[in-house]
């Protein structure tokens, strides 16, 4: 028997060969006389009868389910893009969006948690029924009632009831204390489940080999926290939604793993990984085979068609700060793993500029942004809730800024209420870091973002440095002070041809020095592949330059001197470019600050 899986870059969808339809004369409804008789379950008799009777209403929905799912076409080709054990893994879904569940299923589903409330409340200790109903809560979107009912799981086992009350704050979206809930299970279960759990191994393109030392064994936490850390979706957002996620997704394959599938199919290590992966199901379908199939009637099951790769890639988890630029795809073509935040299960790359200026043993940062909606699909159906076009000017954003500690610590942030473009600025100290710059629409629950490596070493007051490149806005004229540089800096690094742009920097370190200062500003057609830039989200280090400027200033005096000036860029075609400034000392190397252009012929 062979299941298979299809996706796109945003959903996954599983397939199971089941040759002819199960037959089955009962009804869709699993009425009260159908499933339990109202006896009493105070003997340990009565409370197996109970037990039992409910596995069988369990068994029986599941049947129900398949029975009265909508159907549709299905493609039987045999190429896969992965093979889990049983599971056919693809990533060509066809825009598949999802559609409201049949009546009778719903119907079916209500009365099995009816039974499973009274047979709770004539066995509160039994710990599979416990789970069935958070289960079947959940997936009726009923995560409130779902964490009441985990708070009253009487069984034997701390784990299993701090696991459940985890899984259902995690649905309510509770994040903070579906951690610690998580936290009070792990620290009680059988450590290797709980080493199982910890290990995000499964989630990553090299199936965990950057976590490992030489001789095979983990490396020290450091790396895994960090990849958790990372892995946080918005950490505007309070707690770590992709851990807990990831708790409830091993939580829902343990109460999964002792009971019927919607598939048909008993529980398998195929099925696990690929809900630990990918999530639960939030619609389902039949296929009919094709033309000329001879395979029978299949069994689909949807994961969100908005979810995004948010586990950092292996230069991230290795090291960040030798991770290329362009590494960190959300989308990319084979996600290994996926998630849709329920606070914004549409986000998007956002376009940034992120920049640093020296202060000796810190470093002072300014990022602007752009909210980038997602990019059209004539190949999917349009919907209300696909984010196509700019927000609104006057749309309130949370926005923020953050630094994260190589080591995978809290990060230093600054957050603010703003709008779809925005500007934020903190000072921390000097160090190595990943910078996240996010904005998030809880109006219609939508998010932009944008994360890279930042280093910044100390500099001592008397060596000469320079700062990054910022872009400005100087429809207003170019600032005198970095101060108004930063609330005017240019969101992104994305610019048509007559935009006012201008740039702003600084010198540190100059002292005593009396010489004079040569500078050279250029504007040149980026000729090297995006990716290939290791520093061209911060903007650190053809044929002619397109713009060319020189000018030389008196040196000399204690500090930092700020400079700006606006550019009047020549037509540019569409394309990359690399704004560049050399910064000359007589008898020293020169010093040099790039900056990344994308020049378009509309916003």
């Not at 409804?29 to 109970?50: I, K, N, Q, W, Y």
């Not at 099951?301 to 700060?321: F, I, K, N, Q, R």
């Not at 702003?504 to 250029?522: F, H, I, K, R, S």
Request: hydrophobic fraction near 40%; proline fraction near 7%; include cysteine.
């Amino acid at each position: 028997m062979i299941q298979e899986t299809r996706s796109t870059l945003l959903a996954c969808v599983v397939w199971l060969t089941l040759g002819a339809s199960p037959a089955s004369s009962q009804s869709a409804s699993l009425g009260r006389a159908a499933t339990l008789e109202r006896a009493d379950a105070s003997s340990p008799a009565d409370s197996s009868a109970v037990h039992d009777r409910m596995r069988g209403a369990q068994a029986q929905f599941e049947r129900s389910r398949r029975q009265h799912l909508e159907w549709t076409w299905g493609s039987w080709s045999s190429d896969c893009d992965e093979v889990v054990g049983r599971m056919c893994m693809r990533h060509d879904e066809g825009g598949w969006e999802p559609e409201p569940e049949p009546e009778r299923i719903t119907a079916a589903r209500d009365e099995l948690l009816e039974e499973l409330a009274w047979s709770a409340d004539h066995i509160p200790g039994d710990a599979w029924i416990a789970g069935q109903r958070v289960r079947y809560l959940g997936e009726a979107g009923r995560w409130k009632e779902a964490v009441r009912s985990a708070r009253d799981c009487g069984g034997d086992d701390p784990a299993w009831c701090a696991a459940l009350l985890g899984l259902a704050l995690h649905g309510a979206g509770r994040f903070q204390e579906s951690n610690g809930a998580f936290e009070r299970a792990l620290n009680v279960m059988e450590p290797a489940r709980a080493g199982h759990w910890r290990d995000p191994s499964v989630l990553l393109v090299d199936r965990g080999d950057v976590l490992r030392e030489a001789d095979g064994g983990l490396a020290a936490g450091a790396r895994v926290d960090r990849t958790w850390r990372l892995a946080d979706p918005l950490f505007l957002v309070g707690g770590n939604d992709r851990l807990t996620e990831h708790y409830a997704r091993y939580t829902m394959a343990w109460i999964r793993s002792d009971s019927r599938t919607a598939y048909g199919v008993p529980w398998g290590r195929d099925l696990e990984e690929l809900l630990v992966r990918y999530g639960w199901e939030i619609g389902w379908e039949r296929t009919r085979a094709g033309p000329g199939e001879s395979r029978g009637t299949g069994i689909v099951g949807h994961h969100h068609p908005d979810a995004l790769t948010y586990v950092p890639p292996p230069g991230y988890v290795a090291a960040p700060v030798s991770a290329a630029a362009g590494e960190w795809r959300l989308d990319p073509e084979a996600p290994r793993s996926s998630y849709a935040p329920p606070y914004a299960p549409e986000t998007t790359a956002a376009d940034v500029q992120v920049a640093r200026f020296w202060r000796g043993d810190s470093v002072h940062v300014i990022a602007a942004y752009r909210m980038v909606p997602r990019k059209k699909d004539s190949t999917v159906p349009p919907r209300e809730r696909h984010w196509t076009e700019p927000l609104p000017p006057g749309t309130p954003i949370r926005s923020g800024l953050f630094l994260v500690p190589d080591d995978g610590g809290e990060p230093v942030g600054v957050t603010a209420l703003q709008g779809p473009v925005g500007r934020l600025a903190l000072t921390a100290p000097a160090g190595d870091y990943v910078v996240s710059v996010e904005g998030w629409s809880t109006e219609r629950a939508v998010a932009s973002r944008a994360r890279a490596a930042l280093t910044a070493d100390t500099v001592a007051p008397d060596i000469p440095a320079l700062s990054d490149l910022l872009l400005l806005d100087v429809g207003d004229g170019v600032p005198e002070t970095l101060d108004d540089a930063g609330r005017h800096a240019w969101p992104g690094v994305t610019v048509r041809d007559g935009d006012p742009l201008g740039v702003a920097w600084e010198v540190w370190g100059l002292g005593a020095l009396a010489q004079a200062v040569d500078y050279t500003l250029t504007v040149e057609k980026d000729e090297r592949g995006f990716i290939d830039r290791a520093g061209a989200f911060l903007g650190l280090f053809g044929n002619g330059p397109e713009l060319r400027l020189s000018w030389t200033e008196a040196g000399g005096g204690e500090g930092r001197h700020f400079r700006a000036t606006d550019l009047e860029l020549p037509d540019l075609d569409p394309g990359r470019y690399v704004l560049t400034l050399d910064v000359g000392l007589s008898g020293r190397t020169t010093m040099r600050a790039e900056k990344l252009l994308r020049v378009t012929s509309a916003r």
